[in-house]
């Protein structure tokens, strides 16, 4: 009897690049694939719901065991991500990473990724790929697909030919944000302004789109408010979006991407109590979680939150007026990590970039 062969493909980042994870226009164009697929259910996430984010391993805080690892910083953590997309995809695999801030000390990145594809059928691998540039494309293009539908046309005017951009890193002196700054001003030369932020107040303020990332501790997490925003603002939070006001949003636009996965994360913050085990109170970071609490507690009705998916798709209009705040949420997808990993392992194969890796001939066991 013949077995088939198992081989799958290795990207290293340096495959990556050559395969054009950086491509952000194509990027956009898979983001707006993924929504649709993800508005017409043809996807699945883990868990019994097909709603979660993934399956994170938390670190203690303190333990009575020598050596064990502890939770001494901001997002220690590992975390698998399984998903399915079906359409032009029908990919199956996951985003798996572990997460520590203090791997800036040796050099390396906070969060080491990889994504691996496999067939839906048999399971077998197709490609392990290099993820970290592949992760930030993924996040950085679908607020930029959304603002295509959200934001005010004139502002989606001169975004192509954007004069000033304004950044707010950590601190003015921000090494990311100086960083970003030198990445902006040698490929973009047409802006004309880049503006390090002192406070996150003169970051957002005057602003047609703002696009929020942020990754930082609760103690040095700083509170938005809305009326920094000018009216006409479009505002998409990826990160931690501190606001305690949330009966602000009631007089906003409010959208998400996935109002589900939102819902589980506000059950798992009821379930886990209004403080830590130290005391502290857990505060909701996280844009949508404010969105499902309006729906859940009646001041609102589920259809006033608007579906990303649904826009794509043609199925509900964004704003309704010039003068509209929009506020959207983009917590992130394995499904989007899928599709951009699929797009760039597709590509690698056409430009013959990888190394072509053998899991067996024969399997020794069946």
Not at 38 to 47: C, H, I, P, Q
Not at 238 to 257: A, H, P, Q
Not at 290 to 314: A, K, M, T, W, Y
């Amino acid at each position: 009897m013949s077995y088939p062969n198992i081989d799958f493909l290795y990207l290293n980042e340096e495959d990556m690049i050559k395969a054009g994870v950086l491509d952000a226009g194509r990027c956009i164009e898979t983001m707006r694939d993924t929504m649709s697929l993800f508005g017409k259910k043809d996807f699945l996430l883990g868990g019994p719901k097909a709603d979660e984010h993934g399956l994170q391993m938390n670190f203690p805080q303190k333990s009575d065991i020598e050596g064990f690892p502890l939770d001494d910083g901001p997002d220690r953590r590992f975390m698998a991500m399984p998903a399915y997309l079906g359409g032009r995809f029908h990919i199956a695999g996951q985003k798996f990473y572990g997460s520590n801030s203090h791997n800036s000390e040796l050099g390396l990145p906070r969060s080491i990724l990889m994504v691996t594809l496999s067939d839906v059928d048999t399971g077998a691998p197709k490609a392990i790929m290099s993820a970290n540039l592949l992760s930030a494309m993924r996040t950085g293009a679908m607020p930029a697909m959304a603002a295509g539908y959200l934001a005010n046309r004139d502002s989606m005017e001169v975004l192509p030919d954007i004069k000033v951009i304004k950044l707010r890193g950590s601190s003015k002196n921000s090494k990311t944000a100086i960083e970003m700054k030198r990445f902006i001003e040698e490929k973009y030369p047409q802006v004309e302004q880049i503006i390090l932020c002192d406070s996150l107040k003169e970051a957002c303020e005057d602003a047609d789109v703002v696009s929020e990332a942020m990754s930082v501790t609760k103690e040095n997490m700083e509170e938005f408010r809305l009326e920094w925003f000018k009216k006409g603002a479009a505002v998409f939070s990826m990160g931690s979006f501190l606001y305690r006001k949330y009966e602000d949003f009631t007089n906003t636009v409010m959208v998400v991407d996935n109002y589900g996965m939102y819902k589980k994360y506000l059950s798992n913050f009821i379930a886990r109590g209004p403080v830590d085990e130290f005391g502290n109170k857990r505060e909701w970071v996280i844009m949508g979680i404010h969105f499902v609490h309006l729906v859940e507690s009646g001041v609102i009705q589920r259809e006033d939150v608007i579906n990303l998916s649904d826009l794509v798709n043609g199925k509900a209009a964004g704003r309704k007026s010039h003068d509209d705040i929009v506020m959207c949420s983009i917590g992130g997808m394995p499904l989007e990590d899928l599709s951009w990993g699929f797009d760039c392992y597709e590509s690698a194969k056409k430009l013959g970039i990888g190394t072509s890796l053998n899991l067996w001939s024969k399997p020794f066991m069946k």
